[in-house]
């Protein structure tokens, strides 16, 4: 049982950080603004959640579960605000550099 | 083992790396920038040490509060002219800014390298001891016991902080709100967080303030999420600055400075040391203190951020 969990965990979290690592080299390599802040929200919500998804089965207590989910909702939240919150100040600037 | 090894050598190199990136950088925004990611990656340095309470500290304070202040100093600067070339440094005060840099690196890079080896520790005192305070984190058992005076000294340069800031009011801008006024954010993301976030970073900052006592957590790190939780309604127009005059502020400024004075006073006269807490009071006063002083603190953070009054237009 215990050997599934871990294997579950190895897999979601190597999974996560793939999109971690796709994100950044988006964020490095995209031409303009919009599209880097696409590639970093999108690393962040699906690669966070893959790598939170993997430790559940490592917590111990209903406590610990709650509290990397309210992480990872929060993160979401964050990220999902400050994204449309540069590019509207791109496009209030007039301009995609 | 060789793999937290590579982990620990790679984190240790994005320090050094951002540390140069940061001084060496011409631009005021990138400077800041990076010094803010500089910040986040010295918590994880902490939290790989297993320092867990400065982990928290360096990322509330460190990285985010004194990144937005910052970021604040670069706006205000970017609206001045720009320095005339009769100010720059001469190539002799270069040098000399030069070798005092490299000394102060050098005293303080020989000083870690000298200490004895293994270096001397008040560990095993303070765990022996902590039983006297009822905590459960040597942390807090120092901060607010062994160590209280320098706790008490922190808080009041916070508010020493405040009373500069608000010392830069131009002409006529003295006792009006704090900061310059923000337009009212109606829909967007910054109105939705200014909304949803509040109710649940003020549950989080009274958590983190409560499991200080047992766990890593304290009334620094809650009192930085508090003053967030006040800065952003403030961002979007929702929530007015207070005006620097205004009674109540400037008596929850105080209160948490001056509730720790007055109990080690207590102390001295019943127990014949400042700060010393009776036996058995030890919890509920250093309680009350971190209660108090989370107030105190919030508002004084945030009162920074906000900046000193402007002038009525």
């Not at chain 1, 998804?53 to 939240?77: E, H, K, N, T, Y």
């Not at chain 2, 951002?18 to 925004?29: D, I, Q, S």
């Not at chain 2, 309470?53 to 205000?76: F, H, K, W, Y």
């Not at chain 2, 800065?231 to 105080?254: H, Y």
């Amino acid at each position: 049982m215990s050997l599934l969990a871990d294997g579950f965990t190895i897999l979601c979290v190597l999974a996560g950080l793939v999109f971690f690592a796709a994100g950044t080299a988006g964020l490095l390599r995209f031409p303009d603004t919009a599209s880097r802040l696409h590639a970093l929200t999108k690393a962040d919500h699906l690669g966070l959640g893959l790598v939170v998804l993997g430790l559940l089965p490592q917590m111990d207590s209903l406590a610990g579960i709650l509290r990397l989910l309210a992480i990872w909702a929060l993160v979401l939240l964050a990220s999902a605000a400050t994204g449309p919150m540069i590019a509207r100040l791109l496009r209030r600037q007039g301009g995609a550099s | 083992m060789i793999l937290g090894l590579v982990a620990d050598g790679l984190l240790a190199a994005g320090i050094l790396a951002l540390a140069l990136a940061c001084v060496a950088t011409r631009r005021a925004f990138a400077s800041a920038a990076l010094f803010i990611a500089y910040g986040l990656l010295l918590a994880l340095a902490w939290a790989r040490l297993g320092a867990s309470d400065v982990a928290l500290t360096e990322a509330s304070i460190g990285a985010g509060l004194s990144g937005v202040l910052l970021l604040g100093g670069v706006r205000r600067l970017a609206g001045l002219a720009e320095p005339s070339p009769d100010a720059e440094t001469g190539p002799l005060l270069t040098v000399l800014i030069g070798i005092g840099c490299a000394a102060v690196a050098l005293a303080i890079g020989a000083a870690v390298l000298l200490l004895p080896d293994p270096a001397p520790s008040l560990a095993p005192q303070v765990a022996a001891n902590l039983a006297t305070t009822d905590l459960g984190n040597p942390v807090t058992g120092v901060l607010m016991s062994f160590r209280a005076l320098d706790t008490l000294l922190e808080s009041a340069v916070v508010l020493l902080a405040v009373v500069c800031v608000w010392a830069l009011a131009p002409e006529g801008g003295w006792g009006g709100v704090a900061g310059p006024r923000q337009p009212i954010v109606r829909d967007g993301p910054l109105a939705l967080l200014a909304r949803v976030l509040p109710p649940l970073g003020i549950v989080i900052a009274i958590h983190i303030l409560w499991v200080g006592a047992d766990a890593p957590g304290g009334k620094f790190q809650a009192a930085a999420v508090l003053a967030a939780m006040w800065l952003m309604p403030w961002m979007a127009g929702l929530a007015p600055a207070p005006r620097i005059d205004a009674r109540w502020l400037r008596l929850v400024l105080a209160a948490g400075p001056a509730l720790f004075i007055l109990i080690g006073l207590g102390g001295a006269l019943a127990e014949g040391a400042f700060l010393a807490y009776p036996p058995g009071w030890a919890k509920p006063l250093i309680l009350a203190i971190e209660i108090v002083l989370t107030a105190s603190i919030a508002v004084a953070l945030a009162l920074l951020v906000m900046g000193p009054p402007e002038p009525p237009r």
